[in-house]
């Protein structure tokens, strides 16, 4: 298991920037993929970005391209998510989380991810 912790969350106007982090402690960070998902009130959760172990390939869910990145520093045990050109709609409950599985590639299913964050709030205001 690997614990997550997120920090970065708040209140921003639309338009503006927000940086998530997410460290990690309890395994090998560099050997597992890790993602990003979402949930909004009365929404079910969503997959946002994901990122491979070795960090060479990311994949965004579409509503989010071009405006968020994700990446992450295995030196640090750490994955980010870099937030840009927020929308109110983006307004949700973000969570690190770790896939379940060694592999080189990561995937946007969420029940491939085995370990969770307990959550960091993004409010964007219009």
């Known amino acids: 298991q690997v614990q997550l912790v997120e920090s970065g969350g708040g209140l921003v106007q639309a338009g503006g920037s927000l940086r998530l982090s997410c460290a990690a402690s309890g395994r090998t960070f560099s050997s597992y993929g890790m993602g990003w998902f979402r949930q909004a009130p009365g929404k079910e959760r969503e997959f946002v970005a994901a990122?491979?172990?070795?960090?060479?390939?990311?994949y965004y869910v579409d509503s989010v391209k071009g405006r968020f990145t994700i990446s992450r520093d295995n030196a640090k045990n750490t994955v980010y998510l870099q937030m840009n050109s927020l929308k109110p709609e983006d307004t949700a409950v973000y969570y690190c989380a770790a896939q379940a599985f060694k592999s080189l590639l990561v995937t946007s299913r969420e029940s491939d991810f085995g370990s969770w964050g307990q959550g960091t709030q993004v409010t964007v205001s219009s």
């Open positions: 990122v491979t172990r070795s960090g060479s390939s990311t």
